[in-house]
């Protein structure tokens, strides 16, 4: 091969490798910066993008870094847990899975301290075959891939949102999340999963959202 053409294919080579590079540094990066990296995970549709947006109308942290929204994909927020300010990032607005389709979920989890895997709780409480199993295989996936990290996983909690969709919710808010909690495959999951807390709400107003995001709040250790 003459040597000019070798030069250019090198040097696209060369570049090709740093894009990589760089790119794969980003989740590190987040990781050094905020101890609490989270993962947003979920079916489609069940509310990841929404409680990102509503985390980043929370208090970010005012240190010099960049502000709650520096790209549309994630953000930064600070939470009252057990009455400390403790901040928290999501690097990335993770794309839904409806079945085994999760390449990007497997990175998110690696690289996060917490996981919060978002549900249809109207679903679950009406007992919705399709939803129970889809459940069962993601939780099957997170058991796999929390069983590679002895000691060491996220700490996972179930978020049921779209409870307003359950007939009851309106006037018995609390009995949609009784009848979540009781479901098997939400029993089963969190004993699986070591314990994982579960919460039931809603993002569909604002008044739901605050009081979804109060609960994930006092459940977070
Ligand atoms: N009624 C109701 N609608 C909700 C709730 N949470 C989210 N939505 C709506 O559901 C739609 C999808 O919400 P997203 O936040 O985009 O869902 P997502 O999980 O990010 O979806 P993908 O990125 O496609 O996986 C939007 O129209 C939201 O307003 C909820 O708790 N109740
Ligand atoms: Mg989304």
Same mark, same amino acid.
Not at 59 to 78: H, I, K, Q, T, W
Not at 80 to 94: G, T
Not at 196 to 214: C, H, N, Q
């Given at each position: ?12 080579? &060369? ?19 905020d101890?609490n990296t989270v993962a947003i ?6 509310g990841k993008t929404a409680l990102i947006r509503l985390l980043r109308d929370v208090d970010a942290p ?5 502000s709650a929204v520096s790209g549309e994909d994630r953000g930064r927020f600070r939470l009252e847990v057990?009455?400390?300010a403790v901040d928290f990032a999501v690097p990335r607005d993770l ?16 690289? &996060?301290?917490h996981?919060w895997?978002l ?28 069983? &590679? ?8 909690l179930?978020v049921?949102t ?37 919460v039931?709400g809603?993002l569909?107003?604002s008044?739901?959202a605050d009081?979804l995001l109060k609960g994930i709040k006092?459940?977070l250790?």
């Amino acid at each position: 091969m003459p040597l000019p053409l070798v030069i250019p294919i090198i040097a696209v080579a &060369a570049a090709a490798l740093a894009g990589t590079a760089i790119f794969a540094a980003i989740p590190k990066i987040w990781k050094i910066l905020d101890k609490n990296t989270v993962a947003i995970l979920g079916a489609p549709q069940t509310g990841k993008t929404a409680l990102i947006r509503l985390l980043r109308d929370v208090d970010a942290p005012d240190d010099g870094l960049p502000s709650a929204v520096s790209g549309e994909d994630r953000g930064r927020f600070r939470l009252e847990v057990k009455d400390k300010a403790v901040d928290f990032a999501v690097p990335r607005d993770l794309p839904g899975s409806d079945g085994l389709n999760v390449a990007e979920w497997k990175d998110a989890f690696d690289d &996060a301290d917490h996981v919060w895997y978002l549900f249809r709780a109207d679903l679950v409480a009406q007992d919705d075959a399709a939803t129970v199993q889809l459940l069962r295989t993601h939780f099957a996936l997170l058991r796999k891939w929390l069983s &590679a990290k002895p000691g060491s996983g996220p700490k996972i909690l179930l978020v049921g949102t779209w409870a307003d969709e359950h007939s009851d919710y309106a006037r018995h808010a609390s009995r949609v999340a009784e009848k979540v909690m009781k479901a098997g495959v939400i029993k089963i999951g969190s004993v699986q999963l070591g314990g994982s807390p579960v919460v039931v709400g809603s993002l569909a107003t604002s008044r739901d959202a605050d009081r979804l995001l109060k609960g994930i709040k006092s459940r977070l250790q």
